[in-house]
């Protein structure tokens, strides 16, 4: 799951793109609001978080611009100004949540679940493909009574393999979803995890295999009995 996190304090939004990472999501961020709307427009994100007092353009400007160009990812807006009517203005601007500063931290990844539950094409807590099974609340990857505990990048880029099989994805396509457009990764990290998760399968035994299209990208398939 990719979030964009759009917040000009720079300390929380280290520390918040540290936590959602830490939990298994691709975090973008952004400090103003003009490119939280670009982002947002541009990017395939599956949650936005937006900070109500961005400089450029509030919080409330980018998600009534976003709502008009007809993008409807799912967003919570992250705040100090807790008023009632502060409250109803977002939410009757497109928030479909809305979280008071400061906050605690399992509550933030707790209302982030549950913003991205509501998306219409919500993915189960379970993908499930050939003998496999990736359990994204425990981001662990199984085959019968064998797992494997995957970690933050591992766990996102089987993620979306195990959301989408048979599609290939560009190794590009990969670095821009899973590393995000501002990351300093080389594009050899692509590799690094697919060999990682390969040798992952290989443990379990599994028919599954990540197989690569020569100069297009990788994809999920099963392997004929």
Same mark, same amino acid.
């Given at each position: ?51 109500? *007092? ?22 919570? *807006? ?96 990969? *670095? ?50």
């Amino acid at each position: 799951m990719r979030i964009l996190f759009a917040e000009d304090d720079h300390d929380l939004a280290r520390a918040v793109k540290a936590l959602l990472e830490h939990s298994g999501y691709s975090v973008d961020t952004v400090d103003n609001g003009r490119d939280a709307l670009d982002y947002a427009r541009e990017g395939a994100y599956d949650g936005l978080i937006l900070d109500w *007092m961005l400089p450029g353009l509030d919080g409330i400007a980018v998600l009534e611009g976003l709502r008009r160009a007809g993008v409807s990812t799912p967003c919570m *807006m992250l705040t100090a100004r807790d008023a009632v009517e502060d409250r109803v203005t977002g939410l009757d601007a497109g928030a479909d949540d809305y979280l008071p500063k400061p906050f605690a931290t399992s509550e933030l990844l707790a209302r982030v679940r549950a913003m991205l539950r509501r998306k219409a094409d919500y993915a189960p807590d379970v993908a499930r493909f050939g003998d496999l099974e990736l359990d994204k609340s425990a981001m662990t990857l199984r085959k019968g009574d064998k797992s494997a505990r995957l970690q933050n990048k591992s766990y996102q880029l089987m993620e979306l393999l195990m959301d989408h099989p048979h599609v290939i994805h560009g190794v590009q396509q990969i *670095m821009d979803r899973i590393w995000g457009w501002d990351s300093d990764a080389e594009i050899n990290v692509v590799w690094v995890n697919i060999s990682f998760l390969r040798r992952k399968l290989a443990e379990l035994d599994s028919r599954v295999e990540i197989r690569a299209t020569r100069g297009v990208g990788y994809s999920l398939e099963e392997r004929k009995q």
